[in-house]
């Protein structure tokens, strides 16, 4: 018998020269006279859907098979194509990063194809100076530091860029580098400039964050983390919380993956543009198997307050709640950089002192996990919202996993 799991919801462009991506074709197998030749489904329509799976304890549960699970999209069932544990070593806080000794080569970034096999993490960095005020530089530095000395592996690989033009710094396993490249950090006094030229800038990072996400789905097998720092996105998908409902309100309203309607802005607008680029950021991460955890670097007099809860994710009603009931809040849970965590099974964390617990979770979240894949039945590049399921062979284990993906649309 099969138990529905709980759903807990959730600097220089970095081009696409970044990660090289060629397709790499191999000779096909031979047939024998008056044999039809095999079909050959292209891994571009997999979809893989990371999952963990923890008992009452909030441990880890690692024996579980494939035939444990049951995977629905949209209420129908799925076959399940792969099925994998990726069980990587935490790393080791007794062994932090020890700077190279003087003289040594300098980084060679790494060249990705598509296909490639690739043992650690894989981390990006959206650092937007666009937003930031150049006083918080140093705050985002130490956030993305402590990240890459403490938390990286040596297998895992990792890239910067800034949402300006300046340089960072491509893929590479060379924690040095990624630390020299925060040198050139600094934020902007731009950021003060009014709402309409916001919402023009906003386009343009959403638009670099869909593109780095386009280009991590060429990697299959890992569940990718791209961790975007600023402290507002600007475009906004409604004004005020609605209830939660299971279908659309109208045929001008769209289902978020949270199950909640988003109040259209009026149409060929700036605000509008901008909200429908935030909505193809959402589906290109989801495509690619990119959870995205949007960080706010500034504090204001309230810290302590992380949306939603790090700890055991309650979703947007709750994340509605909080916001509430706090004070001096500055930027509302409906603001974009929120929507792209909570929509991709990120999450955000704002108007916090410490961030190590949200990083430590990141790393748990991409270290320990059930990577499913399956060929949907509906094959529709209609770029409709999927919503997914998964169903347990046992009903005292919980699940977490990306609540909903966007099909790819032609």
Not at 10 to 35: D, K
Not at 242 to 266: D, E, F, Q, Y
Not at 313 to 337: K, M, Y
Not at 356 to 371: F, G, M, P, Q, T
């Amino acid at each position: 018998m099969f138990h529905r799991a709980t759903v807990i919801a959730a600097s220089s462009f970095l081009a696409l020269s970044l990660l090289t991506v060629s397709a790499r074709q191999s000779q096909p197998p031979q047939v024998a006279a008056g044999q039809a030749p095999p079909t050959f489904r292209t891994g571009v329509n997999l979809v893989e859907l990371p999952v963990r799976i923890t008992d009452k304890q909030s441990n880890f549960v690692r024996d579980l098979k494939p035939s444990d699970f049951e995977v629905y999209e949209d209420g129908v069932r799925q076959e399940i194509a792969s099925f994998r544990l990726v069980d990587l070593p935490l790393p080791d806080p007794k062994k932090p990063f020890v700077e190279p000794r003087s003289g040594a080569a300098p980084a060679t970034p790494l060249v990705l194809h598509e296909g490639d096999s690739i043992d650690g993490r894989i981390y990006l960095f959206v650092l937007d100076d666009y937003h930031l005020l150049p006083q918080y530089s140093y705050r985002v530095k130490v956030i993305v530091e402590s990240f890459v000395r403490q938390r990286m592996g040596p297998q895992d690989i990792a890239a910067i860029t800034y949402t300006s033009q300046t340089p960072g710094q491509d893929f590479t396993r060379d924690r040095r580098a990624l630390v020299s490249s925060l040198g050139r950090f600094m934020g902007s006094l731009d950021a003060l400039e009014p709402g309409g030229t916001q919402f023009v800038k906003s386009i343009a990072v959403l638009d670099k964050i869909r593109s780095m996400a386009e280009v991590l789905g060429h990697i299959r097998g890992r569940h990718k983390a791209l961790m975007f720092i600023t402290p507002t996105l600007g475009c906004v998908t409604q004004e005020q919380a609605l209830p939660a409902v299971s279908a659309p309100a109208s045929p001008t309203g769209l289902i978020s993956g949270n199950l909640r309607v988003v109040k259209l802005p009026t149409p060929n607008t700036t605000p509008s543009r901008c909200f429908n680029t935030l909505w193809d950021s959402v589906s290109a991460a989801t495509q690619a198997n990119v959870s995205i955890y949007s960080f706010d670097p500034t504090v204001t007099e309230n810290p302590g307050w992380a949306s939603p809860s790090i700890d055991g994710r309650g979703g947007p009603d709750t994340a509605v709640q909080l916001q509430q009931a706090s004070d001096g809040n500055p930027t509302s849970v409906f603001d974009g950089a929120r929507v792209l965590a909570s929509e991709t099974g990120g999450f955000s964390v704002f108007n916090v002192n410490n961030f190590n617990k949200a990083l430590d979770r990141i790393v748990r979240e991409h270290s320990l996990y059930y990577l499913i894949g399956y060929y949907p039945s509906n094959d529709k590049a209609d770029g409709k919202l999927r919503k997914n399921a998964v169903a347990l062979s046992r009903n005292d284990v919980q699940a977490s996993y990306r609540p909903a993906y966007t099909a790819p649309k032609n």
